[in-house]
């Protein structure tokens, strides 16, 4: 079974601060994803990552960027954390864009 | 502009019976669909998809039906048991395109 493992469930930070969100598979998967969860808004793309060190912005790419160093980890950035980007932050990742996305269990950040 | 619409909210349905969950979408461009289900606090998980050479596709108590001519997919869960009771997200991908565009989801009940 593929397993996308989040670092945090539960985040809660203040205004300003730089906010990193880890993800890490372990199924060697090319693609990985960051999405935000709102009500009443579904799952929206922030960015995606089909190689290491490459990115590309999704729809929503404002006020975040991503890291991948490293195949198995991708990691989303909030530069300066603002209380719009208080939300539910979900990984995913995939083995090519033939195949199903798979999702981490989520985090749930609170900007204060 | 929202390209893949759920427009049921809420849906609640007696267990034993059909439920049935619609989507619609706008882009032409969109080939193959997917529908994940989502349980609270637990990332979504990939329930059953369907490309757009085919009309329907089956997965035990799992059916989606496509129809590219109205634009339209639905699942349908027979029969319907109190584990189904989550938020079932529809979601499509252009061939070739690693990103997926997800509709805003719909929480379904099952009434034991």
């Known amino acids: 079974d593929v397993k996308v493992t989040q670092s945090s469930r539960y985040l809660v930070k203040r205004t300003g601060e730089k906010v990193f969100l880890e993800c890490v598979q372990d199924?060697?998967?090319?693609?990985m994803f960051w999405y935000r969860q709102d009500p009443g808004l579904g799952l929206r793309l922030i960015y995606f990552?089909?190689?290491?060190?490459?990115?590309e912005k999704g729809d929503i790419p404002e006020g975040y960027s991503v890291s991948r160093e490293k195949k198995e980890r991708f990691s989303l950035i909030l530069e300066s954390a603002s209380t719009n980007q208080t939300s539910m932050y979900l990984c995913a990742s995939s083995l090519d864009g033939q195949q199903p996305q798979h999702f981490g269990d989520g985090t749930r950040l609170s900007i204060l | 502009d929202q390209q893949v619409k759920q427009n049921s909210p809420s849906l609640s349905v007696q267990e034993g019976r059909i439920s049935i969950l619609n989507c619609d979408y706008t882009n032409s461009m969109f080939d193959y669909f997917l529908w994940y289900k989502k349980y609270p606090a637990e990332g979504p998980t990939f329930l059953i998809s369907?490309?757009?050479?085919?009309d329907k596709n089956e997965d035990g108590r799992f059916t989606v039906f496509l129809n590219k001519s109205a634009k339209h997919l639905s699942l349908h869960i027979v029969p319907s048991q109190p584990g189904d009771s989550a938020v079932y997200f529809c979601a499509a991908r252009i061939f070739g395109n690693e990103k997926l565009t997800f509709g805003t989801g719909t929480r379904l009940t099952i009434i034991p």
């Open positions: 369907i490309s757009s050479i085919k």
């Open positions: 990552s089909y190689d290491v060190k490459m990115k």
């Open positions: 199924m060697d998967h090319e693609n």
